[in-house]
Structure formats: structure tokens, C-alpha cells
């Protein structure tokens, strides 16, 4: 069967079982878009205001349902427009393909209109990509696309295809994929039994859950683990959800904004588990520091994480729904209750606590965790509103909590909660944006009501940049640098300009039945909640410190009372 390059591509996606993709049509991708045309009923296109918003929504789609999450681009500026986006995906482990389209080959290298090195740009944040000048290698590069985007430690792959190719015809055969397998040949039995011993002899083990328990599908085997070892859990930003928010068990974040109780616990403990975590940063505080008591056990698909940022004593390699089942079926159930009832002390004497009057990001959080009954699907931008997200909402299962961990990225939450409500067209999409984040691509909300997607646009609002206000106010001595927004921007008026429902709230009342309204509504809906610009995000780590000096504002006043 004798295909185009552009036929091809469809129906490529269409073999890998794509059902949406996200993207932006031009010149150079043009035939690829004008075969899409004829397949409509088969492959749900979503225009997006901008690139970046067609990336972002290919990444939410994707973390929100274990899928591989597709995007399109023309050449030049479309391509470009992409990066941040890839750059978003790669860093936090999610499987994404972009096909990009690029001046004919005969262009390439010449400063041609439109033409740009895509290939070279994204390949530090890329698995893998591709630039395609032989049609007849079309279809395999994309089927080594798909298959290198879902193996092992999942990422982002770039397959950039020159205008020609697109316009060439060569032989098809379709092929069924195969199976993503598991990576278990890494996993060595001595390594278990290793670690198996380790936990044996722990008398104050930990576990500490990352992002890659959310991607393995661990969730029911990390319940079995954490009951069998008798440890509290706690986990990173990433790892919302693959440990029940509501267990008994669990202990909250670990880090600058972790608990008290995380920080303190892992700071005395002797074994410290770590489940699908890269040590960020973040996390760490000091790393010289961190669980200085402790012996530390990672288990990680990426063996390039071990001994990278925090040396450890001891690793398992492989996929770690697989580990946790060699290692549970190994296992006898142990018992702390001295342990636990130390932990579960500091759970009763250093709780998350907020004014309960007024208006503010924590009340937010709560009373959409209470009117969702934490059922939703919780997206979130970057900054002061991501912390109080990730603190206050309570993340029952896995892929319900989207955020970007690793790139930190303000604008990517519209989009991924685009690409999650296409994704889960049964669950109730919210996310929650912090007003300097939804002026990076508010664009989106056009998409939205386009689109006709039910998701829920919360706008913390405080009128300046929260989190780095914070930082302003606790380390540079107030002095608040290009971070107060106060230009009298009217978000409701712009969210009913763009074809969604606006509200705004200045009260809890007002925040209750805003948010009961836009439960039953059949568009976007977009909420102004108005916030103290003075409201910070407790407890806190101050950079450099080690993170059992995690500290609140009441402490704080405290310290500048004496």
C-alpha cells in the first residue's frame, strides 16, 4: 500500500490507539493537517491559542491517564513554542510524542524561512528525537517514537519531519505494536535480599514516595509495603496520590514545604525507603544534612539516579511495581509501635494550621477537597497556591494531582487541565493558578470554551508573585522587586470575553456558592478568589538549611520576639 508521509503519520497514530491530539496547524505541517482532516471521526484534534498550551495539554493528558500524550507543530516558532513544554515533560518523567514539520530537506541548513534546528534545540530534554529524511523510515521512527517514550524511566521524544517527506510516498504495512514490558532484568535477587534485610533490621524505618510510584502503577503494592514494614510515608510533590493522603500512615510532603512531622521524622530515622525519588533539591535542604541518622534504600527504574544526588547504601533497579512484589513477598510483617506512636505524636503537636477566617489559599484547598469529596482531578501552576495545593488537598489515588515538579513551570497548568478533562471526560477538572501564573497563558481559556470542557479555573489572587514576594518579604529585606501585579487586570471580565463563566469572591460564602455553581456547570468556569498579598506558605525551610529547621510564622515571630 503505497501511503504519503502524511498518510502515514495518521495512521501511525492511529495504530499506537491516539485519540486526541494537540497542536497548532502551518506552512510546513500542512499536509500532515490536511490528512488529520479526513480522519476526524478517528482522532480528535484540539486547537490550542498557542503552542505551549497544545504541549502542556499533551503532558496532562498524559499524566492524568498513563497514556502517551501527542502534539503537533509547524516549523520555526511553532517548533520553538513547544520547548518549554517538552522541557516541562521531561523533567518530570512523562511520556509525550511532538511531531514537528520543517522545511524540505533541500532548505534545510540554508536560514530558510521558518527553518529551525528543532532536533538540536530539544535534544537535552528530550529521551530521544529524530529528524526524518527518508520517507521509507517514516513509519518505524515514529513507532521507535511511541515505544522509547513509554520504556523504563518515561520522557518526551521529538520526531521533526521535513516538508517533502510529508509529500513523499513509499510502502506501508501496518503493525501492531507490542506490549510496553516492564524493566526487570535490572533487578538482581541479592539486591533484594538486601534490601529485605535492611528493613529487617531498621527499628526507625521511613518511607519516602516520589513520582515514579505514580508512573509504575505501585499504588496497591507501595499500601502492601508500607503496612508489611510498619513505616509512616510521606512523599515528594510528584508522588501525590500513589500512597492514600488518608491513611493513618501517612505523614504529608517531605522538604522546604514539607510537614513538620516528614521533616522531623526522616531527620531521626535509621532506614529511610526511598520509592521512585530523585532527591531534588528541594527536598534535600541540605544535603549533607539529610537523614544524617539514617541508612538510605533506593528503589528506581533510572540507574542513573542512584548515588547522584545523596549517596545511599544500598539500590534495587527495575520497574517498581515489580520490585515492591519481590520484596513484599520476601517480607514478614514488622512492628514499630514506638515508632509509630513518636511519629503519630508529632502528627497531634505540629498539624498544618491557617487562620480560619477570611479568605485564603489553604480555605480554598480545603473546601474544594470538601465539595469534591477529593474525587477531582487537581492541576496546578507554579508557586505559593502549587504548595497550599499539594498541603491542604488530600490525594487519594495516583494521577490526580498534575503538577510541574522538576522545571517549576508558571503557565502550565491551564493547558495540562485541558489535556486532563479530554483525557477524563468523567472526572471534575480543577486548577488552581495564582494570578501571576494565569497571565502566562490565559489565552487557554479561549480553548476551553471552545472546546466546551466543564474544568474550573480557581485564581488564587493575591496581586503580586506569592512565592517570590515571600522570599522578598523573608530574605531581601521587603524590598519587592517587579513582583506586586497591580495593573486592576479584571480576570472575570476577561474569562466572559473568552466564552467561560467569570466569578469573584472576596469571602468564604461568596468562594462556597461560586464553587457550587460551577460544580453544575457545562463550561469553563473561572473564579477571582481575592487573597491577603501577605499570605506565605508555612512551614518553611530557609535555603541552605538543613529540613528539620523547618519553620512556621509563629515561630518566626516568636524568634523576633526574643
Not at 30 to 40: A, R, S
Request: glycine fraction near 10%.
Amino acid at each position: 500500500m503505497q501511503l504519503t508521509g502524511a498518510q502515514i503519520v495518521i495512521e501511525c497514530l492511529k495504530e499506537q490507539g491516539v485519540d486526541t491530539v494537540f497542536g497548532y496547524p502551518g506552512g510546513a505541517i500542512l499536509n500532515v493537517y490536511d490528512e488529520l482532516y479526513k480522519h476526524q471521526g478517528e482522532i480528535r484534534h484540539v486547537l490550542t491559542s498557542h503552542e505551549q498550551g497544545a504541549s502542556h495539554a499533551a503532558d496532562g493528558y498524559a499524566r492524568s491517564t498513563g497514556k502517551v500524550g501527542v502534539c503537533f507543530a509547524t516549523s520555526g516558532p511553532g517548533a520553538t513554542n513547544l520547548v518549554t513544554g517538552i522541557a516541562t515533560a521531561y523533567m518530570d518523567s512523562v511520556p509525550v510524542v511532538a511531531i514537528t514539520c520543517n522545511v524540505t530537506v533541500p532548505l534545510l541548513g540554508k536560514d530558510s524561512f521558518q527553518e529551525i534546528d528543532i532536533a538540536g534545540i530539544t535534544m537535552p530534554i528530550t529521551k530521544h528525537n529524530f529528524i526524518v529524511k527518508d520517507v521509507t523510515k517514516l513509519a518505524d521512527t515514529i513507532r521507535r517514537a511511541f515505544k522509547i517514550a513509554q520504556t523504563g524511566r518515561p520522557g518526551p521524544v521529538l520526531v521533526d519531519i521535513p516538508k517533502d517527506i510529508t509529500a513523499a510516498k513509499t510502502e506501508y504495512t501496518s503493525v501492531e505494536p507490542k506490549p510496553i514490558a516492564r524493566v526487570t532484568d535490572t533487578i538482581c535477587e541479592k539486591d533484594v535480599d538486601t534490601a529485605v534485610s535492611m528493613i529487617k533490621a531498621a527499628k526507625k524505618p521511613y518511607i519516602f514516595v516520589g513520582g515514579g510510584a505514580v508512573i509504575s502503577g505501585a499504588s496497591e503494592e507501595l499500601k502492601e509495603f508500607a503496612g508489611k514494614v510498619n513505616a509512616p510515608v510521606c512523599d515528594t510533590l510528584m508522588g501525590k496520590g500513589a500512597f492514600d493522603g488518608t491513611d493513618d500512615l501517612y505523614t504529608g510532603m517531605l522538604g522546604m514545604h514539607g510537614t513538620k512531622t516528614s521533616n522531623l521524622g526522616v531527620s531521626e530515622c535509621d532506614l529511610l525507603i526511598a520509592v521512585g525519588v530523585r532527591f531534588s533539591d528541594r527536598v534535600l535542604g541540605n544535603a549533607k544534612k539529610f537523614a544524617s541518622q539514617a541508612k538510605i534504600l533506593q528503589f528506581d527504574v533510572d540507574a542513573a539516579e542512584i548515588n547522584k544526588n545523596i549517596q545511599v547504601d544500598a539500590s534495587v533497579i527495575g520497574d517498581l511495581k515489580e520490585i515492591l512484589i519481590r520484596v513484599n513477598e520476601k517480607l514478614d510483617a514488622q512492628s514499630h509501635p514506638e515508632w509509630i506512636g513518636e511519629i503519630m505524636d508529632l502528627k497531634k503537636k505540629y498539624p498544618l494550621t491557617y487562620p480560619k477566617e477570611g479568605l485564603s489559599g489553604p480555605y480554598l484547598m480545603e473546601e474544594i477537597y470538601r465539595a469534591t469529596k477529593g474525587d477531582a482531578v487537581i492541576v496546578t501552576e507554579v508557586g505559593q497556591h502549587q504548595m497550599w495545593a499539594a498541603q491542604y488537598y488530600k490525594y487519594k489515588n495516583p494521577r490526580t494531582f498534575l503538577s510541574s515538579g522538576g522545571l517549576g513551570t508558571m503557565g502550565y497548568g491551564l493547558g495540562a487541565a485541558i489535556g486532563a478533562q479530554i483525557g477524563n471526560p468523567d472526572k471534575q477538572v480543577i486548577n488552581i493558578a495564582g494570578d501571576g501564573c494565569f497571565r502566562m497563558n490565559m489565552n487557554e481559556i479561549a480553548t476551553a470554551a471552545r472546546e466546551k470542557l466543564p474544568l474550573i479555573e480557581v485564581i488564587v489572587n493575591n496581586h503580586v508573585l506569592g512565592m517570590v514576594r515571600q522570599w522578598q518579604d523573608l530574605f531581601y529585606e521587603k524590598r519587592y522587586s517587579a513582583t506586586v501585579l497591580d495593573d486592576g487586570v479584571d480576570f472575570v471580565k476577561l474569562a466572559e470575553a473568552m466564552g467561560a463563566k467569570g466569578y469573584r469572591v472576596t469571602s468564604q460564602e461568596e468562594f462556597k456558592e461560586a464553587f457550587k455553581e460551577a460544580l453544575e456547570s457545562e463550561v469553563p468556569v473561572l473564579i477571582d478568589c481575592i487573597i491577603n498579598c501577605d499570605d506565605k506558605v508555612w512551614p518553611m525551610v530557609a535555603p541552605g538549611e538543613a529540613i528539620s529547621s523547618s519553620f512556621t510564622g509563629e515561630d518566626l515571630a516568636k524568634k523576633q520576639q526574643s
